[in-house]
């Protein structure tokens, strides 16, 4: 099974290049599903159909789903919630600002993710896919789900110990069983996502700065957390005909591709123009996906590996950049805020730092074995 995870800012056509790939899977004889991990789902609306129901069949071997997640989570996790509403009570806050503290920032996107796991884990009866292509949620919630174990991890045991001290209160049966299940649920989606054999992920953005910025920090995050990124794919190109009047658009717009490929490589970068069209429905999206990958199949790995690795070390961090082909003679790194600028004769790499590194100084850098160590104290 093949799992694509398609990611990035909010309006850069992810569910339009989740759709395409979707398309072209389907049509090389692959039996696909795409799912939106998005609450505001868009996926019928690219394929110009209204959809009935939460799954629908859009064309031969493709599926697309549009899950009602409100419900899901509430079936799920109701206990949890009906529990914290209780302790929140306890503690002196009104209904209004109990609801809103209960609701747990990503939980509706989990709910999706939660039917990824299924289709890969092939259970519940669910049907089987040879490829499952994720529309997903916009990156600040992504980035939010990647770390979501290990901060439900924190609140919870900070949760347990407030409910403990208050007098004749103790969490029940039910609750703890809701509990070990939602973990369960989190390790099943972090061996999905954590299966570089089979799933990998493929950010998309706008040759824009802000845009830029935000994916540069979502490569950080998912090497960080052991995610395989394997594509950058740069939308809404303008084309070099438009006349005078687009010039500095597209002036600007080279420039940031330049910017994207000193960033993201070595991520193979592909790019796709502004149609002069809405992409709405099949033809069109079999043209997305035709400039996109041309004769290739989709579903393959472009990219194997990650950009960048993480590792902790006595006294401090240490980030290791795989750079081959360089003079270590010639390289400089420099370090502004929460950014690191690497420049050699032949490349040069802007990297946006996580928190655990942003606040520490970067010490000393090695270049040995077509790598480049440097440590933060």
Same mark, same amino acid.
């Given at each position: 099974m093949r799992v694509i995870l398609y990611t990035g800012k909010g309006g850069v056509g992810k569910t339009t290049v989740a759709s395409a790939?979707?398309?072209?899977?389907? !049509?090389?004889?692959?039996?696909? &599903? &795409?799912?939106?991990?998005?609450?505001?789902?868009?996926?019928?609306?690219c394929f110009d159909i209204s959809l009935k129901g939460e799954v629908g069949q859009v064309a031969p071997n493709l599926w697309i789903r549009e899950t009602i997640v409100q419900e899901t989570a509430a079936r799920k996790w109701q206990k949890l919630r009906e529990w914290?509403?209780?302790?929140?009570?306890? !503690?002196?806050?009104?209904?209004?600002?109990?609801?809103? &503290?209960?609701? /747990? %920032?990503?939980? #509706? #996107?989990?709910?999706?993710?939660l039917y990824v796991a299924t289709y890969?884990?092939?259970?519940d009866g669910e049907e089987k896919y040879d490829v499952i292509i994720v529309d997903c949620a916009p990156t600040g919630e992504t980035l939010r789900l990647v770390s979501f174990p290990d901060a439900l991890s924190w609140w919870v045991?900070?949760?347990?110990? /407030? #409910?403990?001290?208050? @007098?004749?209160?103790?969490?029940?049966g039910e609750v703890l069983e809701a509990m070990a299940n939602l973990f369960d649920d989190l390790c099943r989606i972090r061996n999905v996502l954590s299966d570089a054999e089979h799933c990998s992920i493929r950010l998309i953005l706008t040759p824009e700065k802000m845009a830029i910025k935000e994916t540069q920090r979502s490569l950080t995050y998912f090497d960080l957390y052991g995610f395989s990124s394997e594509m950058v794919i740069v939308n809404k190109l303008f084309?070099?005909?438009?006349?005078?009047?687009?010039?500095?658009?597209?002036?600007?717009?080279?420039?940031h591709l330049q910017v994207i490929e000193e960033s993201f490589s070595p991520l193979p970068i592909r790019t796709l123009p502004l149609f002069e069209q809405e992409v709405v429905g099949v033809a069109m999206l079999r043209r997305v996906a035709r400039t996109l990958f041309d004769q290739?199949? %989709?579903?393959?790995?472009?990219?194997?590996?990650? /950009?960048?690795?993480?590792?902790? !070390?006595?006294?401090?961090?240490?980030? &290791?950049? @795989?750079? %081959?082909?360089?003079?270590k003679e010639d390289i400089s790194v420099t370090q502004i805020g929460d950014e690191l600028v690497i420049q050699?004769?032949? /490349?040069?790499r802007n990297i946006i730092l996580p928190p655990a590194l942003a606040e520490r100084k970067a010490t000393d850098a090695e270049y040995e074995e077509n790598k480049l160590r440097i440590k933060f104290e």
């Open positions: 790939t979707g398309l072209l899977s389907a !049509e090389l004889g692959y039996k696909t &599903i &795409i799912l939106s991990t998005d609450p505001a789902h868009s996926l019928a609306d914290l509403l209780g302790l929140l009570a306890r !503690e002196g806050f009104d209904g209004l600002r109990a609801e809103e &503290i209960a609701y /747990v %920032p990503g939980m #509706e #996107e989990l709910a999706n993710l890969y884990e092939g259970g045991d900070r949760l347990f110990a /407030v #409910e403990k001290r208050l @007098p004749g209160s103790s969490a029940g084309p070099q005909d438009l006349g005078n009047h687009f010039s500095l658009w597209r002036e600007s717009q080279n420039k290739e199949d %989709p579903t393959q790995f472009f990219f194997r590996g990650h /950009v960048q690795e993480v590792k902790e !070390e006595e006294g401090g961090f240490m980030l &290791i950049l @795989p750079l %081959p082909f360089l003079s050699s004769a032949k /490349v040069k």
